[in-house]
């Protein structure tokens, strides 16, 4: 079994930052991409970003130039820098990645809310 457990979510203001991390952990052999997904209310999951174990990365057009993802291949860990946050980034985030034998897993999602 894997799993991945998130953290960094919480309450900024517009214009803030906050850094989200996410781990894996089990019996892990190889992670291909890991990613970040979000949910809004009402709104159906979407990909922020995501990035393969080689490092290339792609971005969800309206996070470009704010946020960054990264990982750590040897800590299992995938990272998401989010700067110049606005309301609209509001959502519940989720980490995936796609492990090799156990396929793709979610996290449990962290709750990250833009307000003043």
């Known amino acids: 079994q894997v799993q991945l457990v998130e953290s960094g979510g919480g309450l900024v203001q517009p214009g803030g930052s906050l850094r989200l991390s996410c781990a894996a952990s089990?019996?892990?052999?190889?992670?291909?991409?890991m990613g970040w997904y979000r949910q809004a209310p009402g709104k159906q999951r979407e990909l922020v970003a995501a990035?393969?174990?080689?490092?290339?990365?792609n971005y969800v057009d309206s996070v470009k130039g704010r946020f960054t993802i990264s990982r750590d291949n040897a800590k299992n860990t995938v990272y998401l820098q989010m700067n110049s946050l606005k309301p609209e980034d509001t959502a519940v985030y989720y980490c995936?990645?796609?492990?090799?034998?156990?396929?793709?897993?979610w996290g449990q999602g962290t709750l990250v809310t833009v307000s003043s």
């Open positions: 995936n990645a796609d492990f090799v034998i156990f396929g793709r897993v």
């Open positions: 089990g019996s892990i052999i190889s992670i291909n991409a």
């Open positions: 990035i393969t174990s080689g490092g290339s990365t």
